[in-house]
């Protein structure tokens, strides 16, 4: 088992593929299920695109239009405000979308498609540091 530390610079995807793949070529098991969790409630983790960065650009914008900040006058009806107008916004989101994820490993290899990879999804403006953790089952 590890934790992987992603530092965020705001809402956006951050790709740590390559990350997951060099801490796997190191273990001793070669097949196995990957299982990956955040640690937080304002942030997801996702497998998506990672050829086109427009797909990237895409889903955060499509995400801060489905559920913006509480200034928006159509989220008025939120009470959770006093850690300012993404948090609120930044919980409904990841509560939409997963905060872990299984992936197959086969020897020793993510058994990602060829345009895939794993991402964590920050929902909050500011920076943070987010941790994922992972163990490789078999």
Request: proline share 7%; glycine share 6%; hydrophobic share 35%.
């Amino acid at each position: 088992m590890t934790t992987f530390t992603i530092s965020t610079q705001g809402q956006g995807l951050y790709e740590f593929t390559r990350d997951v793949q060099t801490w796997l070529a190191a273990q001793t098991k070669s097949d196995g299920l990957l299982t990956l969790f955040v640690r937080h409630t304002s942030c997801s983790l996702l497998v998506q695109e990672n050829a086109d960065p427009e797909v990237q650009t895409d889903l955060r914008q499509f995400f801060q239009r489905l559920v913006p900040p509480t200034t928006d006058p159509s989220m008025s009806y939120l009470t959770h405000t006093y850690e300012g107008p993404d948090d609120m916004p930044a919980h409904i989101k990841a509560a939409m979308m997963p905060v872990s994820l299984g992936i197959p490993v086969q020897v020793g290899r993510l058994a990602l498609g060829t345009w895939q990879g794993i991402y964590l999804f920050e929902h909050r403006d500011h920076p943070h540091q987010r941790q994922v953790v992972a163990y490789l089952s078999h």
